[in-house]
């Protein structure tokens, strides 16, 4: 790797989380990284790159400096075209709340935060249960199967898509919209597949506007419905497009997230078939291995925040406006918090301390259900298929976009 001076920042100037090596093994271009460069900017993508925890976790905590207005943003620069789509699909540059700083999160986050209550996550426990053994009794253990698409990718749709009240006919169509979306904001599409995207992504918001509206008069016990009974109360501070923007956060954030959370689990835990054996011993470990996974592997590894004036970061000195790519993957690896951080030690005593779900005002919403589906997944996984092995010899792959992780598939045998 490279290095040349850009100001005060050093550059890299071959670091592009998009290209095939990064992909296949981002941890082996961190260790290739110099220490003494914590912050450096990455001219592939235009981004300062942040990797020491202290210094990710002081962006977080520092909403008036940081803004997180470049969350959702496309990486790639988009063609107008592009651009026509989505603005005409009254999509917004900062469509929802991860992006939005106070007050306009303060507006978003609070009714969300009211509705999304410790019971009805609570109550989604039996579905998830009960979602796990269907999708599992579906498969044929005498030959090997993909656990992705027979597990980890319907699992977490199915469960946030019931909860949000998506009716069930609508959920292929909805997770074909996300998949658009995560190639357009955080890949690097061609401008004609940038059309396809945002052609797909005005879809996507229109049906949420669309469903607000069919659920006005046509109520149920799902989360959206809370949201108008919140609207009902006071619906000046809470718009029904403003519900479509809650929508819009909770359909794609529940879903990929916790999908690449469970594959990277399992696939950590079974890479070393003695870590798998220990936890099936004694599941009172799983809780740890989910944890562990998230600091050693995460299935966010990378989230973004812009500067809002002039300031020093770990010495350098940024300028207004410049672009952070927070490698939140990087922050699990970093040997000051956590020893030795390449083992992968399911009881790892500090592994809470993980910044994959960001810190601070923007802490991740979902961080419980997230949890508690990997937990459920792996519990029922690891007593229905105690020898559970990786199928030999696979290549794994990974979707092109920075900011979601995890193989696309994932072959495994139930029997040795
Ligand atoms: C299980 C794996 C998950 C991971 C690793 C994860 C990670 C994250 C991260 C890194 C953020 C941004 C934090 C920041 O900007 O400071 C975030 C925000 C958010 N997450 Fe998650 N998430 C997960 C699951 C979920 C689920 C299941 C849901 C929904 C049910 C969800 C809903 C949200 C929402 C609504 C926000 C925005 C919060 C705000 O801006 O105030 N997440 N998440």
Request: with cysteine; aromatic share 8%.
């Amino acid at each position: 790797m490279t290095i040349n001076e850009h100001g005060t920042c050093p550059v890299h100037a071959d670091f592009d989380p998009l290209s095939p090596a990064f992909l296949a093994d981002p941890f082996a271009v961190l260790d290739s990284i110099p220490r003494e460069t914590p912050v450096f900017y990455a001219p592939s993508i235009d981004y300062y790159v942040v990797t020491r925890y202290a210094d990710i976790e002081e962006v977080f905590l520092d909403p008036e400096t940081y803004s997180a207005a470049p969350a959702q943003l496309p990486l790639a620069r988009l063609v107008p075209e592009a651009m026509q789509i989505l603005l005409g699909g009254g999509h917004k540059p900062q469509p929802s709340m991860v992006s939005l700083d106070p007050p306009a999160h303060t507006r978003l986050r609070s009714p969300t935060a009211r509705a999304f209550t410790p019971r009805r996550v609570a109550e989604m426990e039996p579905k998830i249960r009960r979602t796990v053994d269907q999708l599992l009794d579906a498969i044929d253990p005498a030959a090997p199967f993909d656990l992705v698409s027979t597990l980890t990718f319907p699992l977490p749709a199915t469960i946030i898509f019931s909860f949000v009240g998506i009716p069930e006919r609508d959920w292929p169509q909805l997770k074909e919209w996300c998949g658009h979306r995560a190639a357009l904001a955080w890949g690097r599409p061609t401008p004609g597949e940038q059309l396809h995207h945002a052609t797909s992504m005005a879809a996507y918001r229109s049906y949420l506007r669309d469903l607000v509206a069919s659920k006005v008069s046509a109520r149920g016990d799902d989360f959206a419905s809370a949201l108008l009974e919140i609207h009902d109360e006071a619906p000046e501070a809470l718009t029904h497009e403003e519900i479509g923007s809650i929508l819009y956060s909770l359909t794609f954030a529940g879903h990929e997230t916790t999908n690449y959370l469970i594959g990277n689990v399992v696939r950590r835990l079974l890479e070393d078939p003695a870590r798998w054996d220990l936890v099936v011993s004694d599941p009172g470990l799983i809780p740890g291995a989910v944890l562990e996974t998230l600091r050693h592997d995460p299935s966010v590894p990378v989230w973004r925040r812009v500067t809002r004036r002039p300031v020093t970061l770990a010495g350098v000195d940024l300028p207004e406006g410049a672009k952070l790519f927070l490698w939140l993957a990087a922050s699990g690896r970093d040997g000051s918090v956590f020893p030795e951080p390449g083992k992968f030690d399911v009881q790892r005593p500090n592994a809470t301390k993980t910044l994959a779900f960001g810190r601070g005002i923007h802490y991740c919403l979902g961080a419980a259900l997230g949890k508690l589906e990997a937990q459920i997944a792996l519990e029922i996984l690891m007593r229905r298929f105690p020898r559970l092995r990786l199928v030999e010899g696979q290549q794994l792959s990974f979707h092109a976009n920075i900011s979601f992780r995890g193989p696309e598939a994932l072959w495994v045998r139930a029997t040795p």
